[in-house]
């Protein structure tokens, strides 16, 4: 037997508002569950629909990667990546160092509990993209992904959004002594996160995959570290600039839908806005969070509040979801220009 505790009133909903805005955007520009071009018909020709023309840019990636098939050749880019992503996360490092932090703890590092707490909190934010990417990964063997593309597009995107909002709000509203439905809560939000990326591994090959998780580990470690080891609330007033940046990034997300397939240089504009605005937005998100979560260490310390690693792992989960999707973007739009 457990409870559900509604929190209402203005000044809860602000505080969970950067963790609502940033849910509705969570899936890809190409999300297939928002067009209604995904829908085949049973007669209809694959080439003439959109989920065969993603296919045929997966293909020309595989054409691409058939260069390095040579096991040497493999080793010499296996760690070519690896130093790519070991420099952009040096990079970002001394980058956010420089530019932000100039300023550091001036009490000899960060106490033991906050230390434990924000532990905790990444270990349940590792879990929880395990959990996204094993899930995605067996849809996609069980064809759950392609029933879902081919079904009623409106329907199974605005139910997966419902069910998505809601699980968050379910976990966050527990109590964290009822272990058993707090944990079975989160774990329906990280499925429905699964079913939204999922589509990704259809149209995106592992190598590619691979690429932008280990660059999206790169920049959000970074991004951590300098959050970790700045004053105490030094970026806490982030929180409402980064939300009307969400709003904005949201915002160009939806204009393939409204503008006209002729305003080409706006619908460009529009997409990178999403793409490398949304990679700023979330990398300021992930800084916040990271500050956040010391704050509430503080506080539970004290006795304030108690002490929830879930609730505080779902807002580094979704910075962590909408960072990965702008990197596979990226780097599939990088492949296309090659060939």
């Known amino acids: 037997m457990f409870t559900i505790t509604m929190r209402a009133g203005p000044g809860r909903l602000a505080a969970h508002a950067p963790q609502l805005a940033r849910a509705f955007h969570s899936t890809p520009k190409t999300n297939t569950f928002f067009t209604a071009r995904t829908v085949l018909r049973a007669n209809a020709k694959p080439s003439s629909s959109i989920i065969s023309r993603l296919q045929g840019a997966s293909r020309g990636y595989h054409q691409y990667e058939s260069a390095y098939m040579d096991p040497a050749t493999r080793r010499k880019e296996l760690y070519r990546k690896l130093m790519i992503g070991g ?13 932000f932090n100039r300023e550091t703890r001036e009490d000899g590092g960060m106490p033991p509990f906050e230390r434990s707490y924000l532990n905790r909190t990444f270990l349940h934010t590792g879990l929880g993209v395990g959990i996204i ?35 968050m709000i379910a976990t966050r509203s527990i109590d964290p002594d009822n272990y058993i439905p707090k944990y079975l809560c989160w774990t329906a939000f990280n499925a429905t996160q ?40 030094k970026y806490m007033y982030l929180g409402g600039p980064l939300l009307a940046g969400a709003a904005i990034v949201a915002v160009s ?6 503008l006209p397939a002729t305003a080409v240089r706006t619908l460009a504009f529009t997409e990178n806005l999403w793409l490398y ?11 916040y969070d990271v500050q956040k979560v010391l704050h509430h260490a503080r506080l539970a310390q004290r ?19 909408n960072i990965f999707i702008r990197m596979v ?11």
Do not use: C, H
């Open 194 to 233: 699964a079913a939204l990326v999922a589509p990704l591994l259809t149209i995106a090959p592992p190598a590619l995959l691979a690429r932008a998780g280990l660059y999206t580990v790169a920049m959000m470690g970074s991004i951590s570290v300098v959050g970790a080891t700045a004053k105490q609330d």
């Open 253 to 258: 997300g939806f204009a393939p839908l409204i």
């Open 303 to 321: 006795g304030i509040i108690k002490e929830d690693p879930v609730n505080e792992s779902i807002a580094l989960e979704l910075d962590f979801l």
């Open 133 to 167: 990417g094993l899930s995605a990964y067996q849809m996609v063997q069980s064809g759950f992904v392609w029933r879902i593309m081919t079904a009623n597009p409106w329907a199974v995107g605005l139910g997966g959004l419902a069910l998505s909002i809601g699980s």
């Open 329 to 339: 973007q990226i780097l599939m739009m990088q492949n296309n220009r090659r060939k």
């Open 87 to 99: 420099a952009i996360f040096g990079g970002t490092l001394v980058t956010v160092n420089a530019v």
């Open 277 to 287: 605005g949304g990679l700023a937005v979330f990398g300021g998100f992930t800084l």
